[in-house]
């Protein structure tokens, strides 16, 4: 029997608001254990949370970015768990009344992923494993988090992994949250199921929980595929339960029995008051929403003329983006730019950390203003080339490396002799090129651009060569 394999996301992401959920505590991530916690991050007795204002304009703004329905009315709700690193026993999040509701993500190939919920709550501590010895950290406690619920679309690996590398793109485009997965401000749990290939019925669910990269979402729902499909074919039954991936094995193991809704005895929190959200507040937040990543990448493609793969790099980060379009200004022809940011720049800023941050030696008007100067034909395209990798170096601008001789070029008859000189220099290509082999006049060019030292124009030594050979 062929199995078809049936997945829901629920991604976890933590917002990038200066203080957590219900306290002024800091959300900067790392520092001394318990230094950045108090009595309303663990729950003391006698302590009263008071809902962060920002959490919900940065929870609302997810929500439109992702084409949700927003609920003006919400509730905050307790549910009820056990764990160390949740002492009051209980996290405060949304059930019945969640923010947001609905919304899609759409994928490359135009399969949506449809959502069913966004909803915001507290993040948990954290267990620190030494030797035999269990330590709790507080200092995430209170994080804020949204929650992103996605309906059981995923039929691949590879479309799970695509919805997230999107959502990841999209919420840092509207500035709601850094979604480092190394860092856990990204993190996904996975439910998986199979069913007989073109029945509509549901199997019976696994939950893999925390995945933090991209590679372990992958892993993880294949090694689970193999698993389910091994037990099912065998005519064994899959039992509902949460798992943990190892990444160092590939493979899942049992966690706990799976709790269901009623397992957490969720009700609404008689300490916060539920969220009204004000017609105005909504529209201002829908207002100021920036362009998202499909639609600028789309603009880069049909109107800037960059090459899709180009435009893909450069609208994966705002930072990036906001860098090119600056640099562009003024220019003739922004796919220029973007090649001297993919080729050149891209070649030295190469880790997804350092892309994240953005800051290149090279200014973006430094960048356009070597881009006008190609342009206007007073630099050859190889000089460019070579000026930009040394003001990448040095962080100076391209009049720093380009001579008044530079400047100059060079006239047609100054080009016209030494392409003559390359070719009595090289009659075996010239040979080449008269029998029909093309590229041999790229090794005349190359020749032309030697004697040069990178100032001649290339294209107007090629068709000179061409002109001077041919007759």
Not at 214 to 239: D, M, N, P, W, Y
Not at 303 to 311: S, T
Not at 343 to 361: D, K, L, Y
């Amino acid at each position: 029997m062929t199995y078809e394999m049936v997945i829901g996301l629920e991604t976890h992401v933590e917002l990038s608001t200066k203080s957590k959920i219900f306290c002024s505590c800091t959300t900067a991530f790392g520092g001394a254990p318990n230094t950045h916690c108090c009595p309303i991050c663990t729950g003391q007795p006698g302590s009263l949370p008071v809902l962060n204002k920002s959490v919900v304009q940065y929870a609302v703004t997810a929500g439109l970015a992702l084409n949700c329905r927003i609920n003006r009315h919400s509730v905050m709700a307790r549910k009820h768990y056990v764990y160390p690193d949740l002492p009051k026993a209980y996290q405060i999040s949304q059930y019945e009344l969640p923010l947001c509701e609905g919304g899609w993500v759409e994928l490359s190939g135009g399969k949506r992923i449809n959502l069913t919920r966004i909803h915001i709550e507290e993040d948990a501590g954290k267990l620190v494993h030494q030797g035999s010895a269990v330590f709790v950290d507080y200092n995430r406690g209170g994080v804020p988090l949204i929650e992103i619920v996605s309906e059981p679309d995923f039929r691949s690996a590879e479309e799970a992994t695509e919805y997230l590398e999107k959502l990841q793109t999209i919420l840092r485009a509207v500035g709601v949250s850094d979604c480092r997965m190394q860092e856990g401000s990204m993190r996904c749990d996975v439910n998986i199921s199979l069913r007989p290939k073109g029945e509509t019925a549901f199997g019976v669910r696994a939950e893999i929980k925390n995945l933090n990269s991209f590679t372990s979402v992958a892993a993880a729902i294949e090694h689970e595929f193999k698993r389910q499909e091994e037990i099912l074919s065998s005519g064994g039954v899959v039992v509902q339960e949460t798992r943990h991936f190892d990444a160092d094995t590939g493979e899942t193991t049992n966690l706990r029995g799976k709790e269901n809704a009623d397992d957490y005895r969720y009700f609404p929190d008689p300490d916060i008051i539920p969220v009204i959200l004000p017609y105005d507040v909504l529209e201002q937040l829908e207002s100021s929403l920036p362009e998202l990543p499909d639609k600028k990448l789309a603009r880069y493609v049909s109107q800037l003329g960059v090459p899709e793969a180009d435009a893909r790099m450069l609208t994966k980060y705002r930072a990036v983006s906001d860098y090119f379009e600056k640099a562009s200004a003024g220019v003739q022809n922004p796919k220029t730019v973007a090649t001297f940011m993919v080729t050149q720049m891209f070649g030295v800023i190469q880790t997804e950390a350092e892309r994240e941050h953005w800051s290149p030696s090279v200014t973006a008007e430094q960048l356009g203003e070597l881009t006008r100067l190609l342009e206007s034909d007073k630099i050859s395209r190889n000089l460019a080339k070579r000026v930009f990798s040394q003001m990448l170096e040095t962080g100076k601008p391209a009049t720093a490396f380009i001579t008044e001789e530079d400047m100059a070029g060079f006239d047609a008859s100054a080009l016209k002799a030494l392409c003559q000189k390359a070719i009595d220099d090289n009659p075996k290509s010239v040979d080449d090129y008269k029998a029909g082999k093309e590229k041999a006049i790229k090794a005349l060019v190359g020749a032309v651009m030697r004697e040069s030292k990178g100032r001649a124009n290339a294209l107007a030594a090629e068709e000179e060569l061409k002109k001077l050979i041919i007759g």
